[in-house]
Structures are given as C-alpha cells and as structure tokens.
C-alpha cells in the first residue's frame, strides 16, 4: 500500500488530483510556487475553479498539506506527481521550461533522499520529452541513475475542464508509461487504490504514452471536423439532417457515437494545441502529418465559413449577437474558443458584434478589445440585435422563447449550431437557421437532379 504521495502543480489539474487522491485516503502534500495557492489549500480552500473542488478539500483537509518546499514533498512521500503548465511554444511544440524547473527543485531533492523515490510527469508532452528533455536533469541534480536510485512514469490524464475530479477517478483507462517495470509496479499500485471504477491499465513505454496521449485528443478533433463536414453536406441534401446521419454512423461499433454532433468547431486548452503539436513532431521526425494540418486549418476556418453564409440572411453593418463566448456551456475559459473566433471574423467582415456569457465575459472582453462589445447581461446583448448566434447548448440561450429573443422586433435571424432551439422554427418572424439541416429543400432538390438527371 502506498499512503504518501505529493503532487507538484497545484492548478486546475493538480488541485484536482489532491482532492481525488485524499479522498480515496492517501496521504496528499501538494507544492506550488505560489504562496497564495499554498495557502488556499492548507484552508481547506479551492485555489482554482473546478466543480466539488473546494468541497472535496474541505472534506478531506485532515490529509492534505501543501508546502512552497519540493524537498518536503519528495522526503515525506513515496512518489510525486508533476502536473505543470507545457505551454505551446512558437513553433507548436510543449516547452519544458516549468517542467524543468520542477525536474530540477526534484533532482535536488531526490539528492537529499535515500530510499527509492518515483517521479510521475502527468504534464502533457511530446514523444521523447520525458526521456531526453527532463530525465537528465533528475540525473545531474541528484547525481543519482534512473531505474536503479530513483524511478520515472508518464501518466497523463483524460479530463474535462468542469468534469475534472470525475474524470479523474473514473478514466476510460490508465494510460502507464514506464522507464523500467519497478516504478510502473508502484505507479499501478497507487492507481488500483484511487480508481472507482478499476479502469484497465495500459502500460508501455514512456514514448508510447507520450505519444498515445496526444494522438487520442487530436483524434478527436478528427471526429469532430468529420462530424462538422456531414453538417455541410446535410445543408445541401434535400431533407438532410446531420443528426440522423450521425445516429447512423454511432451505430457503427468501429466508429461510435460520441463527438459526432456536427455544429460547431473545437476549441479550448486541449484539443487545438495538441493537435498542433502532434503535427509540429510529424514535422521534426519526417512523418507526413498532413491530415493533422488539414483538420486544424478545416477548424479555424469555420468561423470565416459562417459569416460568409451569414451574408445571405443579413445587410452589412447589422448587430450580431454572438451567445456563448466560453469554448463550452458553463465554462469561463475562451482559449481558441470558437465563440470568440466568429466575433472576430463578423468583426471583420463589417458587422457590429456584441458577445455574451455569463461566466467568460470579463475574459472575452480582454480578448475581443474594440472588436466586440461583451456583456453578461443578456438581455443587454438581445436588445438591438438584427441575428442572434448561439454557439453551444447552454440552457440559458436554448430555452429562449421567440418573445424573449424578439423583444421589440418584428423580424429576427437566429442561427442555432446545435439545434436546440427547434421551437423557434414555426416562428413566422423569425427566419431560424439551424445548422446541418436542410432549409432550402428546391435548391438542394435542383443540385442533385442536375448531378444525376438523365
Ligand atoms: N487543464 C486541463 O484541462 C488539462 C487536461 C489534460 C492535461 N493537462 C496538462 O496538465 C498540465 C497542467 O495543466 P493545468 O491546466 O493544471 O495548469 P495550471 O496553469 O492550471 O496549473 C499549473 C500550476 O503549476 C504551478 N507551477 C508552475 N511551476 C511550478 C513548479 N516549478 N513547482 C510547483 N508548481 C509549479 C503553477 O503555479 C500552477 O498553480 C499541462 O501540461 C496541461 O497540458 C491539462
């Protein structure tokens, strides 16, 4: 039984981990190099927003401890976990530039130590990055060997921003890369006590891992541009319906349901960057990776592919309302979301855009500047609209009822990407744009008969 670990990174990830950790009673010492998440966590409290999180650590606080010292952690646990930020660099790769300051202050601690110690990098990193980028400098600080004095893991998580101490407990499976069988032994053991729900372990080399890490995000992506592709070619169907032909293909045990609702693009911290990324590694190893490059270009260009089909229903000059700024329903982050990328692009294609969330706003002001006005009040971003734009299912905007959404008008477009919003349909004043179905049935009827009439 292990009792003792400590976890290096105490962000929206790591805070995480030590809530799930110590709730399933390990013993959890926490490090940051922030004195005010240090002590956020030693009172009881969240440092970061995440669903449960500050319940968890209140509820388990007798087990957790948090300290500004990497040497603490590493002498008073058995194994430490170091979940610290990988940001893209210029040239789409993960720097190392924390997780080698961390790999240091762990070196010099592992110096310090006798008795085996494992280092787990949950980070997320490119092939080759454990082995040749960090390991080296645990070997130099400690001047310890790898495998014999000290172990190495790379363990990477699955998780959802909102979801994340859910996730974490419950993985589809554990993903285990190991410098040697020994520290792999012990990282499972610490799995096999935290798990609620005994997902499968796969275990594999450290570059595997690296690698397979990486590839099961950017293969995601690659359903969800391929979902996004039926959508178009539903609008152009008579009668199509990109959700029926998304059932159809769940149905399919190879392929599966899940991120097949064609709508819109994908965005937030994972899945843009890790595909940039898998695709910068192609790059350096000689792999053609020309697929990864299509699907990210295919994604970023979805915006500009909605304002040009925009210009049929609205004058230039018009208010949009853009509802959702958040790359997802209930969420404050707006990294690469596609809600603030189609302000952008209606910004620039000459319309008058005001965006609205109800938690990402003061974030999307930052980002959009003079380019949108951005309020969290909807009412505020309803009132002088010409079309309404809602970019994810929050219920918020989908239980709209035309009155709601017309105020004082007599005449509205509402574009509606998840079609959730259906009522609106029968609406004679407003002209409702749902996308991936077909709304001009002759037209599409025209095309095909074009295509194969005799
Ligand atoms: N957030 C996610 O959805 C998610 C999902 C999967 C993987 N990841 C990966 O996990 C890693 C961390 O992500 P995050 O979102 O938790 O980051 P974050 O920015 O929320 O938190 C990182 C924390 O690490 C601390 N830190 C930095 N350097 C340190 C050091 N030397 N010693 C101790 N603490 C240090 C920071 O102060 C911060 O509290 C990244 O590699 C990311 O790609 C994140």
């Known amino acids: 039984m292990v009792e003792n670990v400590s976890i290096i990174g105490l962000g929206k990830l790591g805070a995480s981990m030590v809530a799930g950790m110590s709730s399933r009673g390990l013993n959890v010492i926490g490090v ?20 449960n999180l500050g319940e968890m650590i209140a509820e388990n606080k007798e087990r957790i401890r948090a300290t500004l010292s990497t040497d603490e952690a590493v002498m008073e646990s058995d194994i430490s976990f170091v979940i610290v930020p990988t940001p893209s660099d210029e040239r789409g790769a993960f720097s190392l530039q924390y997780a080698s300051y961390a790999f240091k202050s762990l ?4 110096k310090k130590k006798d008795g085996y ?3 787990v990098l ?8 454990t082995r040749h980028g960090l390991l080296p400098i645990l070997e130099k ?15 990477p998580e699955f998780i959802a921003l909102g979801s994340v101490i859910r996730d974490f407990l419950n993985p589809d499976f554990y993903l285990l890369g190991e410098f040697d069988e020994r520290s792999g032994n012990l990282l499972e053991q610490v799995h096999n006590q935290v798990s609620q ?3 499968p372990v796969k275990r594999m080399s450290l570059e595997n891992a690296e690698l397979a890490k990486v590839a099961v995000n950017s293969y995601v992506t690659m359903k969800i541009s391929y979902a996004n592709m039926l959508a178009d070619f539903c609008e152009h169907m008579p009668g199509g319906d990109v959700d029926v032909v ?11 349901r899940k991120y097949l609702t064609g709508g819109f693009g994908f965005g937030g911290p994972c899945f843009p960057r890790d595909n940039v990324a898998l695709n910068f590694m192609g790059g350096a190893m000689g792999v053609d990776t020309r697929l990864l490059e299509i699907n990210d270009n295919y994604n970023r260009n979805l915006s500009k592919k909605y304002v040009e089909k925009l210009e049929g229903h609205l004058a230039k000059g018009a208010s949009v309302a853009v509802l959702g700024l958040a790359y997802k329903p209930l969420s404050h982050v707006i990294e690469e979301s596609p809600g603030v990328y189609l302000c952008k692009a209606l910004s620039g294609a000459g319309y008058r855009v005001i965006g609205h969330d109800n938690l990402a706003a003061p974030h999307a002001e930052v980002a959009l500047k003079s380019l949108a006005l951005v309020t969290d009040r909807l009412q505020e971003a309803l009132t002088d609209a010409d079309a309404v734009i809602v970019t994810t299912t929050d219920k918020t905007y989908t239980s709209l009822t035309a009155d709601q959404i017309l105020g004082d008008r007599s005449k509205l477009t509402v574009v509606d990407f998840w079609r959730c919003m259906s009522h609106l349909e029968s609406d004679p004043r407003i002209d409702y744009v749902p996308v991936g179905l077909c709304r001009d049935e002759e037209k599409a009827s025209v095309s095909l008969e074009e295509l194969w009439g005799s």
């Open 246 to 256: 998304s059932d159809a293909l769940g149905m399919d045990k190879r392929i599966g």
């Open 107 to 110: 070196g010099q601690a592992l």
């Open 117 to 119: 110690h494992v280092i």
């Open 141 to 155: 600080e400690s001047g310890k060997k790898c495998g014999k004095d000290f172990g190495l893991c790379y363990n």
């Open 122 to 129: 949950t980070s997320t990193v490119l092939p080759g990055a």
């Open 197 to 199: 729900n005994e997902a």
């Open 32 to 51: 940051d190099i922030n004195q005010q998440t240090v002590d956020a966590v030693n009172a009881g409290k969240a440092p970061v927003q995440e669903t």
